[in-house]
């Protein structure tokens, strides 16, 4: 009868074990990791108009409700359509742009989850909208490079960002003032 108990309780810690184990496991595989994203594609980069931050050293939390948690690319642009016009205080729907003192506010903002792209023999990013400012942009998927200059390219539009390291004349001929 001794045996038989100390057989059943061999049993039940070896069971224990074995899901304390389990347990620790799930803990840490639902724990973040920090961005895979290289380098030479991290920081802020503009254009006339708009400008893209790419924050590689962020560990993204995809289930968090927080989407600026969720994300680590962010978009930022002039809409180019005024909340209200000038002269004529016609209101136009967002997403639009708006003065607050002698600032322009832009009207366009976006929050993008990206990562490196899924085939290895590309060195590129891809990147999905979560949400933003124009919602039938949730779900799409852009795909970043970055060419010599550096110059970082967006298909599938072909928009350019410069960073401040930029080539001067690259900068002028693709970024604008």
């Excluded at 136009?92 to 490196?116: H, S, T, V």
């Amino acid at each position: 009868m001794t045996r038989y108990v100390a057989s059943r309780a061999f049993v039940l810690i070896g069971v224990a074990s074995t899901l304390l184990s389990l347990s620790l496991v799930s803990d840490v595989s639902a724990q973040p990791s920090p961005s895979p994203i290289a380098d030479e594609f991290c920081g802020t980069w503009g254009n006339h108009g708009s400008q893209i931050q790419i924050d590689c050293d962020k560990v993204v939390q995809p289930d968090s409700p927080d989407t600026a948690l969720a994300t680590n690319m962010t978009i930022e642009g002039r809409t180019y359509v005024w909340c209200t016009e000038p002269g004529t205080n016609k209101h136009n729907p967002p997403p639009c742009d708006r003065i607050e003192g002698n600032n322009i506010i832009n009207g366009y903002q976006a929050w993008l989850d990206a990562e490196p792209s899924a085939d290895p023999s590309v060195d590129a990013v891809t990147a999905t909208f979560i949400t933003g400012t124009n919602e039938d942009q949730v779900g799409t998927t852009l795909t970043l490079t970055v060419e010599a200059g550096p110059l970082l390219v967006i298909e599938p539009d072909g928009a350019r960002y410069c960073r401040p390291d930029t080539d001067p004349t690259t900068r002028q001929m693709w970024c604008g003032a």
